[in-house]
Every structure is written in structure tokens, then in C-alpha cells.
């Protein structure tokens, strides 16, 4: 028996109910609801292994400003709770550049933490 799971697109504002199917294994085996290639390529990727971006804000010393701070690439779902955990246990120092690395490799997914503007 093939089990299925639905969820809605966000690669664009359509919005599309994606509907995958899974065989008896467990292997994707049909994808149906999108609209266009994004939606097709979305519903394979989350469907086997979804991925976030994630952005958080953090405290340089001597700074009264927060430093936000992204990954540089969409993350394994299941991992968010440790990169998080990393990005909470931050001690950074300014100055610090817009792009510049805070993290090599988030919670070993391979991932940088990157600061998205600059701190005097």
C-alpha cells in the first residue's frame, strides 16, 4: 500500500497543495498539485529531506546594536535546534564585516553562519 503526505509550495505566491506518494519502500514515487518546475523540484526535496534557511540576531560585546546573522544555505530541518543552540552560545567581539564568517560549520551540517551587515 503506498502511503502519501501533502503540503503547500512556497516557491512562489501560487501557493500549490502538493500532493506526494511514496511505494511500498518508502521511495518517492509520484509527485502531483504543482503548477510549475519549482513546485515539482520543492516537492522532492521536502519530501526526503526538507531543508530551512535560518536568520537570528546575536550580541557583539561593546556594541549596543544586535548583528543578525543567516546561514549562508538552507539547513536539514531536523538540525535547527542545534545550529540554534550554536548561534545562542555566540561571544562575538566588533568589529565585525558584513558576509564575514561567525560560524564555520553549523551543527556539522556544512553550512556557514554569516553576519548580514556590519559592526563598528
Known amino acids: 500500500?503506498?502511503?502519501?503526505?501533502?503540503?503547500?509550495?512556497?516557491?512562489?505566491?501560487?501557493?500549490?497543495?502538493?500532493?506526494?506518494?511514496?511505494?511500498?519502500?518508502?521511495?518517492?514515487?509520484?509527485?502531483?498539485?504543482?503548477?510549475?518546475?519549482?513546485?515539482?523540484?520543492?516537492?522532492?526535496q521536502e519530501a526526503v529531506d526538507p531543508r530551512r534557511n535560518i536568520s537570528a540576531v546575536v550580541w557583539a560585546d561593546g556594541v549596543l546594536e544586535p548583528?543578525?546573522?543567516?546561514?549562508?544555505?538552507?539547513i536539514p530541518k531536523a538540525k535547527i535546534f542545534d545550529v540554534m543552540e550554536e548561534v545562542r552560545a555566540l561571544r562575538l567581539q566588533a568589529p565585525i564585516d558584513s558576509g564575514q564568517v561567525v560560524i564555520e560549520d553549523a551543527a556539522g551540517t556544512g553550512v556557514p553562519i554569516v553576519a548580514t551587515k556590519s559592526l563598528a
Open 1 to 44: 500500500m503506498a502511503d502519501s503526505t501533502s503540503f503547500t509550495c512556497v516557491s512562489c505566491p501560487l501557493g500549490c497543495v502538493l500532493e506526494v506518494t511514496f511505494d511500498d519502500a518508502g521511495n518517492l514515487a509520484d509527485v502531483s498539485g504543482y503548477t510549475c518546475n519549482r513546485g515539482l523540484e520543492y516537492a522532492k
Open 67 to 74: 548583528l543578525s546573522v543567516k546561514t549562508s544555505s538552507p
